[in-house]
């Protein structure tokens, strides 16, 4: 017999499995990164242009979707959509014209590299690059500034992630 899901099952099976894709991905990193530190390579030397790169990417294509770039109300649309709200339980605590301010309940980077025995100072650390990514799509809204507060990584309860229109 076919098991049917409601509504709510089926949004709250797919949160699970974009968390378990986002862990998967957390994994390859840190092992990638494990390695490149075996053959003496510093993770920040590479890992961060990667990583900003890729966010450079994502701005690009956020950008694209909007009619005003410049727009703090607008980019609040693309930045995170439903799904990603749920997966890192989101809290919209501002966003107008001026400021798009999130804090970040649950991070399963995070969740991954803890179970892969990351020590804390490692976990910050690769919290930090991954945040490069966060720092590219910034790049790409030269009207806005990113800031990034207390983190999950550091051991608090959330991730403070501040975006703010330059004066």
Same mark, same amino acid.
């Given at each position: ?35 490149? =530190?075996?053959?003496? !390579? ?14 450079? !990417? /994502?701005?690009?294509? =956020? ?6 770039? @410049? ?21 919209? !605590? ?7 301010? !999130? ?5 399963? +980077? ?15 650390? +690769? ?27 550091? /051991? @608090? ?11």
């Amino acid at each position: 017999m076919k098991k049917t899901y409601s509504q709510a099952e089926h949004e709250e099976l797919i949160v699970l499995e974009i968390r378990k894709a986002i862990e998967h991905r957390a994994t390859w990193m840190y092992l990638l990164l494990q390695e490149a =530190r075996k053959r003496g !390579l510093d993770w920040d030397d590479f890992a961060r242009p990667a990583i900003r790169a890729t966010g450079c !990417l /994502g701005g690009k294509k =956020r950008r694209e979707k909007m009619e005003n770039p @410049h727009s703090m109300e607008e980019f609040a649309t693309v930045f995170a959509g439903g799904n990603s709200r749920a997966v890192f339980e989101m809290e919209v !605590l501002a966003a107008d014209e001026e400021s798009y301010y !999130l804090d970040f309940h649950y991070c399963p +980077l995070v969740s991954a590299w803890e179970k892969l025995g990351a020590s804390p100072e490692e976990i910050e650390q +690769l919290c930090d690059i991954a945040m490069d990514g966060d720092r590219g799509i910034a790049d790409e809204f030269p009207a806005f500034e990113f800031s990034l507060g207390k983190t999950i990584a550091q /051991g @608090h309860s959330i991730c403070q992630i501040r975006f703010d229109k330059r004066k």
